[in-house]
């Protein structure tokens, strides 16, 4: 069932040694640094992993959006509504950027699309589980986009160019998220009793499933080792979970909220928090289909590709008519 976190032989990272030239000077490249661009020789493996991350990384800034999509028609005040609706529209975007820096690499939006639909590609555990609460919202860009930010500012200086500049933009916006989601959940932590308790449980159920959105623990991570060595992957997942826990404990504390986990302790010797792992069978589950809205997302994001479908054949109408139009000007010219 989860032939996926098999590791095996083919993750094996190549040393120098065994490389073609091509592949060794293409290594080279990755380790001074270069941005390799999509133009340029690259192995297979570096161009499929790079197409499974950034399109799966798309569909989830895409899918990411219901959630919270789900809550702009209740936020409670107009301003709310404003900066959940501009929220929304920015995840939009960045699904748009990073498939943009997919298809360099020579795949189509369309493919893209069709592999989420039929179940070959993945997006975020995270937005399986649902947004019950307005506290919701404020946990979700409190600690969802909070990690999702601590996963992609070392990205920034991954090593293929498009996905590096996609993110600087995406970062920035991120973090604006970021602090949007801490405000709503200052407003509750500081607001009525009914208020903290809405803001600790979503608090309460929000924790591990942000702690899984960095994947799989290091050894049962299959992509890490062959990632990192080519610098796609800055950090490993637990390095990344480390950080984020580390980071939001204080924030936490701040908030008068309690993190949902007895065995969290400051660990002076590591200068970071020993904390309890997620219930990796949980994530397992998600991943393969079962969590409480895999169904709901995939239903939504496949109806929206087929009620889409008019208005893409009505773009690809216009721009052959258009393209025509400018042949036919073209050869009157000449
Ligand atoms: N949700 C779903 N699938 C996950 C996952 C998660 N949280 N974590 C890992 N997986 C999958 C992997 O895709 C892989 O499956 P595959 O072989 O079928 O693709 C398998 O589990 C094994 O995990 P690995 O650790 O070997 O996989 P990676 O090396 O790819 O590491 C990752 C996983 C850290 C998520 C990495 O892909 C990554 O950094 N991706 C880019 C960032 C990204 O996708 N972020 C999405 C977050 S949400 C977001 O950005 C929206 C924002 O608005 C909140």
């Given at each position: ?66 959630p919270?999509?789900n809550w702009?028609?209740r936020?409670p ?53 649902p947004t019950l609460t307005w506290a919701d919202i404020g946990a979700v ?43 709503i959940?200052?407003?509750l ?5 009914a208020q903290?308790r809405m803001a600790q449980d979503a608090l309460d159920r929000f ?128």
């Open positions: 069932m989860y032939a996926q976190m098999v590791k095996t032989d083919a993750d094996k990272v190549k040393a120098l040694q065994e490389m073609t030239p091509e592949e060794r000077a293409f290594q080279e490249r990755v380790d001074r640094g270069e941005k390799i661009e999509p133009k340029d020789w690259m192995p297979e493996g570096y161009r499929r992993t790079l197409i499974r991350q950034i399109g799966q990384h798309a569909h989830s800034e895409i899918v990411g959006q219901l919270e999509g702009i028609t936020a005040t107009l301003e709310r509504k404003a900066i959940l609706l501009a929220k929304v529209q920015d995840e939009a975007g960045h699904g748009l950027y990073l498939y943009c820096a997919a298809e360099t690499l020579g795949v189509t939006r369309d493919e893209l699309t069709e592999r989420l639909l039929s179940g070959r590609m993945k997006y975020s555990s995270i937005f399986n589980y860009g409190w600690l969802v986009d909070g990690a999702a930010i601590m996963n992609q500012v070392p990205l920034q200086r991954t090593s293929f160019g498009p996905y590096s500049r996609a993110m600087i933009r995406i970062c920035k916006e991120e973090s604006f998220h970021q602090r949007q989601g801490f405000d959940m200052m407003k932590a500081r607001g009525t009793e903290k924790w591990y499933p942000s702690l899984m959105m960095f994947g799989p623990s290091d050894k049962d991570s299959v992509h890490s080792a062959q990632s990192m060595s080519w610098k796609i992957k800055i950090n490993t997942n637990d390095e990344l979970r480390q950080k984020f826990v580390d980071q939001t404990v204080p924030q936490a504390e701040y908030l008068g909220l309690t993190i949902p986990d007895p065995e969290l302790t400051w660990n002076e010797a590591k200068g970071g928090y020993d904390f309890s792992q997620p219930d990796w069978s949980e994530f397992f589950e998600v991943l393969a289909g079962n969590g409480p809205c895999n169904a709901d997302r995939m239903e939504a994001r496949t109806r929206a590709w087929e009620e889409g479908a008019w208005f893409r054949d009505g773009l690809m109408a216009h721009a052959k008519k258009a393209a025509a139009r400018r042949a036919a000007a073209r050869h009157a010219a000449e």
